[in-house]
């Protein structure tokens, strides 16, 4: 791996941060295209597995907690799909009124109207595995 890389993967992937040393920097954005390199928006959130079977919409946390009662928008819309099963990999996000997330705001007000739930991996529709 070279210096060049090595450095703007340790560095944050902000597009206006620059990398390197003083005599050859570069912004990351150029070193993506270099490098042919992809990247996901990180979400501030919460881990979660939406289930919804015929036992009802549970949203499990890493360690197996069911949440629902603490996000009951995220619950009322897996309820709103039309599906009688599915397991949706996502991740409980609090976002402000210019839709940032905001990770104090999921802390303190974990039913607020702003929280989301985006999805990564549906794993399961109807009872047949998609993963």
């Given at each position: ?25 570069k912004r990351l ?28 919409i549970r949203l ?6 069911d949440w629902a ?63």
């Amino acid at each position: 791996m070279s210096s060049q890389l090595a450095r703007a993967i340790r560095s944050s992937l902000h597009p206006d941060r620059e990398v390197g040393n003083p005599k050859e920097r570069k912004r990351l954005e150029d070193l993506s295209q270099e490098f042919n390199w992809i990247h996901e928006i990180k979400h501030d959130g919460y881990r979660l597995m939406a289930r919804r079977n015929s036992g009802g919409i549970r949203l499990l946390t890493r360690n197996g907690y069911d949440w629902a009662p603490r996000y009951p928008l995220i619950v009322e819309t897996v309820d709103r799909l039309k599906v009688r099963s599915c397991l949706i990999d996502g991740e409980a996000v609090a976002c402000d009124e210019n839709g940032l997330a905001v990770f104090e705001r999921l802390r303190l007000k974990p039913s607020g109207k702003h929280i989301f739930l985006y999805a990564f991996d549906l794993l399961e529709l109807d009872g047949q595995d998609q993963s």
